[in-house]
């Protein structure tokens, strides 16, 4: 066992209660629930582990937390760090279905369970402890930037107004993004990239109130319109089939193929985690390809007329739906919007409503920068070689385009975490096991030594 690897088991006691501390003060954005004690308890795990910080709040929406930890004595003052995370999670209903209290960060059987634990809480603890464990022995070898968001669970909206406002304040090197995790494998995944995103809300309404359903023979309904302009949109075998949604792409290149063919989509543990139900919609050899680099147009929620307990017959005044699609690389959020709206139009739907609810661009980091480079070898170290999976992309989104942008297109964005793929982020029983969460922490060290040596 290395000096770190025993400073770490030592702190880990520490880490942990921190994680619970963390995971015990709801931060629902899409709710607006404890958004302002969020942030109060940030900012004191960023001062204990002796860092500086700024609310950045300014540009309206949840307030961005920017905090900074500079070198010790012989750290290196020329290399700087950036992470990204945020402090916001998915609502926890259904309440129902979780085994511990989503806010209880209960430990059962090596693991804890709460909402956010995985999906970002747990990261974000394994940074700042990884740090609070240099700045006792010796000091950071570089310096270390947070950029510490409170939206991103309902699309980022006021990061980019913060990025264009206080870009200056976030300047690094390279950054290491909010998350990853370990597949079925047990290989830890070091991501380079994101799917965008367009979040939609179709809304048709058919009348001022909910009406007797005998007048279903001649009245119109709204919940079958919505249904069908639906079905309009994607054929029985799940090809989207609005006019112009696949122009543009930019088809991967065939390393970045390979690479996804090396780790191919584990369909029978899919099934597993998530209790499937039906067969993928895609053939198991081509799954991971379309994880990674194909677009979505998927239902995320329905809501219309009566659903409660017994019956109520009626035709529904209104009818709502969640649309959310995943973009990549050569596709434009606004410019999908457009053509939902002209795919309605054409086909007699003119009276759907659409409003983009959030929106992301689709980014990829350059694969062979050498701070990927530092990455995968630290990780080597920590994890083992045979136990890398290294990824393009992911199937997910975030808002990682931004800090292209506005920070530097050239400057390499890596994603690195704690997470497992069981741990059924944005569901019941979310949960982190605290294996992994420990080795991460070893991790975090680890690069930080690798970054602070490496060449300026």
């Not at 406002?165 to 370990?182: N, P, R, T, V, Y």
């Not at 006019?243 to 991967?252: A, C, N, R």
């Not at 606004?334 to 309605?344: G, N, S, T, V």
Request: hydrophobic share 35%; aromatic share 10%; net charge negative.
């Amino acid at each position: 066992m290395t000096k770190w690897n025993q400073l770490v088991k030592e702190q880990l006691p520490e880490a942990i209660s921190a994680l619970q501390h963390y995971c015990r003060q709801p931060s629902i954005s899409s709710q607006g629930i404890g958004i302002a004690e969020t942030v109060h308890l940030l900012t004191e795990l960023i001062r204990e582990a002796r860092g500086e910080y700024r609310l950045l709040d300014d540009c309206g929406g949840n307030p961005v937390i920017y905090a900074a930890f500079e070198p010790g004595h012989n750290g290196n003052a020329n290399k700087t760090i950036l992470f990204y995370n945020h402090y916001d999670v998915q609502p926890p209903e259904p309440l129902e279905e979780w085994s511990y209290p989503p806010f209880g960060a209960e430990l059962h059987d090596g693991k804890m369970y709460a909402r956010g634990v995985s999906d970002n809480k747990g990261d974000l603890i394994v940074r700042l402890q990884a740090i609070s464990i240099m700045q006792k022995n010796g000091g950071l070898p570089c310096r270390v930037k947070f950029l510490i968001e409170g939206e991103e669970e309902i699309g980022s909206p006021t990061l980019e107004k913060v990025l264009q406002k206080h870009a200056g304040l976030f300047e690094a090197d390279a950054s290491i993004w909010e998350w990853s995790q370990k597949n079925k494998e047990e290989k830890i995944e070091i991501i380079m990239g994101v799917k965008g995103m367009c979040y939609m809300q179709l809304d048709c309404e058919g009348s001022d109130i909910d009406i007797h359903s005998q007048y279903g023979s001649v009245l119109d309904n709204p919940a079958w319109r919505l249904i069908q302009a639906l079905a309009s949109m994607r054929t029985v075998d799940n090809r989207i089939t609005v006019e112009g949604f696949y122009d543009g792409i930019v088809p991967p290149a065939e390393e970045l193929l390979q690479w996804s063919r090396d780790y191919p989509f584990d369909a029978e543990g899919a099934k597993q985690i998530f209790g499937l139900k039906r067969p993928l919609i895609v053939d198991e050899k081509t799954a991971r390809d379309a994880f990674l680099f194909e677009p979505t147009l998927t239902v995320c929620g329905i809501e219309s007329g009566y659903t409660g307990r017994g019956t109520k017959t009626i035709l529904p005044k209104r009818s709502q739906v969640k649309l959310d699609c995943r973009l990549v690389p050569g596709q434009v959020p606004e410019d999908i919007a457009r053509k939902i709206r002209a795919h309605l139009d054409k086909h007699g739907f003119d009276d759907i409503r659409v409003t983009i609810l959030g929106s992301l661009m689709p980014f990829r980091s350059d694969i062979h920068h050498p701070f990927a480079k530092t990455v995968i070898q630290t990780a080597e170290r920590v994890y083992g070689a045979d136990y890398i999976a290294l990824l393009p992309s992911f199937g997910g989104s975030g808002p990682m385009s931004l800090f292209g942008q506005y920070l530097g297109e050239d400057k390499p964005i890596v994603s690195i975490g704690c997470s497992w793929w069981g741990d059924r982020i944005h569901a019941p029983n979310e949960s982190i096991r605290l294996a992994d969460f420990e080795q991460a922490i070893h991790f975090m060290v680890e690069l930080f030594l690798s970054f602070g040596e490496a060449e300026a």
